[in-house]
T-cell receptor, first 112, second 115 residues
Framework: KNQVEQSPQSLIILEGKNCTLQ??????????LRWYKQDTGRGPVSLTI?????NTKSNGRYTATLDADTKQSSLHITASQLSDSASYIC???????????FGSGTKLNVKP | EPEVTQTPSHQVTQMGQEVILRCVPISNHLYFYWYRQILGQKVEFLVS????????KSEIFDDQFSVERPDGSNFTLKIRSTKLEDSAMYFC?????????????FGNGTRLTVT
């Protein structure tokens, strides 16, 4: 069964600190993996997209890594800001890359 | 920056009524999607649409659901006879090409409440 699991479910960190969010997937065959940021009451916004041949991709303070062999990805946030408080969702697509499998998200709360 | 717009932002309807959720995708995009998110749960794929036809649909997208691109700019989701369990946030998304690196652009959703 194609699944995407994220951990932790929620995370509280202090402003300025770094954090790493995890994503494990069983989607096969694998096409690409995306990380999205979803603010409360808003639609998800794309942060990174990685194909099976990419190991790492950065977008400002966000760095995503991918290990297609172990089917794991991480999203590292550097020097967190209050505006980073949101849900971060891992999304994986398989052979039909118009169909996406969503994780449940990690709810990040950055405190001053 | 162009964005996907959805209307209304909140729709309240009675069980059994028909609702139409509207979306205006980004103008040069060719691929369109509907997703839903029940409160507190993960985002679920409903349907993808390309070249005026459904390209993929999930098991959620049963005969009560239909999509249409009536005029080249709007993309609508119709629920014929709403049920209580249809209450959710419905997101429209679009992308400009069917490639591995096309980002999906999401609207801010329509919150549907079925009473």
């Amino acid at each position: 069964k194609n699944q995407v699991e994220q951990s932790p479910q929620s995370l509280i960190i202090l402003e300025g600190k770094n954090c790493t969010l995890q994503c494990n997937y069983t989607v096969s065959p694998f096409s690409n993996l995306r990380w999205y940021k979803q603010d409360t009451g808003r639609g998800p916004v794309s942060l990174t997209i990685m194909t099976f041949s990419e190991n790492t991709k950065s977008n400002g303070r966000y760095t995503a890594t991918l290990d297609a062999d172990t089917k794991q990805s991480s999203l590292h946030i550097t020097a967190s800001q209050l505006s980073d408080s949101a849900s971060y969702i891992c999304v994986v697509s398989g052979y039909n890359f118009n169909k996406f499998y969503f994780g449940s998200g990690t709810k990040l709360n950055v405190k001053p | 920056e162009p964005e996907v717009t959805q209307t209304p932002s909140h729709q309240v309807t009675q069980m059994g009524q028909e609702v139409i959720l509207r979306c205006v995708p980004i103008s040069n995009h060719l691929y369109f999607y509907w997703y839903r998110q029940i409160l507190g749960q993960k985002v679920e794929f409903l349907v993808s649409f390309y070249n005026n036809e459904i390209s993929e649909k999930s098991e959620i997208f049963d005969d009560q659901f239909s999509v249409e691109r009536p005029d080249g700019s709007n993309f609508t989701l119709k629920i014929r006879s709403t049920k209580l369990e249809d209450s959710a946030m419905y997101f429209c998304a679009s992308s400009d090409r069917d490639s591995l690196n096309s980002p999906l652009h999401f609207g801010n959703g329509t919150r549907l409440t079925v009473t």
